[in-house]
Structure formats: structure tokens, C-alpha cells
């Protein structure tokens, strides 16, 4: 069975920081894909960044980007230049066949 | 055009009531998925259909049964509602594509609440 650990609960950065989330996961699979969605007070889930297992080059997406260790099974994301509104849940995802699995989440709070 | 939409966004209800959740998506996705976020916001996924095929049905007591009469919808009905149904219930679709996953888009989600 597949699953996604997130060993921070919470998080806390300051504004114009650098934070990053940690997110390992175990799997026997070869393809599949990860993912880091965000989740606001609106409880609306957003989909921050994915990666494919095959790609070697980490995803980026703006301020957000991944460091993608296939062999440590490992998927941190690092949020650049935190803004007011990063604060969130944070979820990383684990996927393969359209199954898709969570972690438990990071509360990321943003300190003005 | 709201992608997925869920109703109600809301739902109050007494223990022993049988309620049902609706979810429609305009995306032309092939897949469709019920997942259960808790109070400690776990994520939990319950059901799946592929083109009206049940393809993924996890550990989840009878009384929750999801129904897709099409690809564009997949509905929740619980039957005998527990306190411990009490949280919000996500749907979500995707296209179907090679090995791996396409990325999944969420309704607003339902809060279920039982009292």
C-alpha cells in the first residue's frame, strides 16, 4: 500500500521568507506522480505543483518549487518570497492509476 | 462555470436520517472520486468511477453507497447517519490517462454535519 508522510503538522515563516515542507512517501511502483495542493480557510483544495516520478528535473511553478529525490522517496516543496495568502493547508499527494493519496497536512502560517 | 460542483455545501442532520451529497462535473473527465476530510482534516479516499464503473471502493461501512448514472455525475447517499459521519466530503474528477494520475479537480466540498 501506498503511503505519504508529512512529519510537520505546522509550520510558520515570516513574510518575504523561505519556507519548506517535507513530504516522503513509500511505494514499489516505478510511475507515478506527486503533488503539493494547497487548502485556505475557503476549504477549496488547489493544486499547487505536481511532479512525474520519470522527470529528473524538479518542478517549478513561481515562488513554489520541489526537491524531488526519487531514491530517498522523498518530495519537499519550498515556498519562495511567502506572501499573506500562502497561508494554508498544505497536503502532499501520492499517485498512481488515478489513485490518488494524502498526507496529513502542514498548517503553514505566515507571519506579517 | 463552476468545474465540479457539489450540493449541498451545507447539511445539517439528525443521527438515524438518510441524506444524499450530488456532484457534477463539466470538465469531460472519465474519473470521479468521493474522498472524507475529517475534523483533524485527514484526507481519506472512498470511492472512485471510471465511466460509471465503480473502480476504487475502500474500507467504508454499506451505508455509504455512491451512484453514477453518467460520467458528468457521481452522488453520495448515506443511509442510518452516525455522529461520526459528521465531516466534509469532497468530490473530484480527473481525465483518465496514461499510468500515473492526471491531476484531480475538487468541488468545494460538503459539510456534513450529524447531530
Known amino acids: 500500500a501506498q503511503t505519504v508522510t508529512q512529519s510537520q503538522p505546522e509550520m510558520s515563516v515570516q513574510e518575504a521568507e523561505t519556507v519548506t515542507l517535507s513530504c516522503t512517501y513509500d511505494t514499489s511502483e516505478s510511475d507515478y506522480y506527486l503533488f503539493w495542493y494547497k487548502q485556505p480557510p475557503s476549504r477549496q483544495m488547489i493544486l499547487v505543483i505536481r511532479?512525474?516520478?520519470?522527470?529528473?528535473q524538479n518542478a517549478t511553478e513561481n515562488r513554489f518549487s520541489v526537491n524531488f529525490q526519487k531514491a530517498a522517496k522523498s518530495f519537499s516543496l519550498k515556498i519562495s518570497d511567502s506572501q499573506l495568502g500562502d497561508a494554508a493547508m498544505y497536503f502532499c499527494?501520492?499517485?498512481?492509476?488515478?489513485?490518488?493519496?494524502f498526507g496529513a497536512g502542514t498548517r503553514l502560517t505566515v507571519k506579517p | 462555470d463552476t468545474a465540479v460542483s457539489q450540493t449541498p455545501k451545507y447539511l445539517v442532520t439528525q443521527m438515524g436520517n438518510d441524506k444524499s451529497i450530488k456532484c457534477e462535473q463539466n470538465?469531460?473527465?472519465?474519473?470521479m472520486y468521493w474522498y472524507k476530510q475529517d475534523s483533524k482534516k485527514f484526507l481519506k479516499i472512498m470511492f472512485s468511477?471510471?465511466?460509471?464503473?465503480?473502480?476504487i471502493n475502500e474500507t467504508v461501512p454499506n451505508r455509504f453507497s455512491p451512484k453514477s448514472p453518467d460520467k458528468a455525475h457521481l452522488n453520495l447517499h448515506i443511509n442510518s447517519l452516525e455522529l461520526g459521519d459528521s465531516a466534509v466530503y469532497f468530490c473530484?474528477?480527473?481525465?483518465?490517462?496514461?499510468?500515473?494520475?492526471?491531476?484531480?479537480?475538487f468541488g468545494a466540498g460538503s459539510r456534513l454535519t450529524v447531530l
Open positions: 499527494a501520492y499517485s498512481v492509476n488515478n489513485d490518488m493519496r
Open positions: 470538465l469531460g473527465h472519465d474519473t
Open positions: 468511477y471510471n465511466n460509471k464503473e465503480l473502480i
Open positions: 511532479q512525474e516520478a520519470y522527470k529528473q
Open positions: 473530484a474528477s480527473s481525465r483518465q490517462g496514461t499510468s500515473g494520475a492526471n491531476v484531480l479537480t
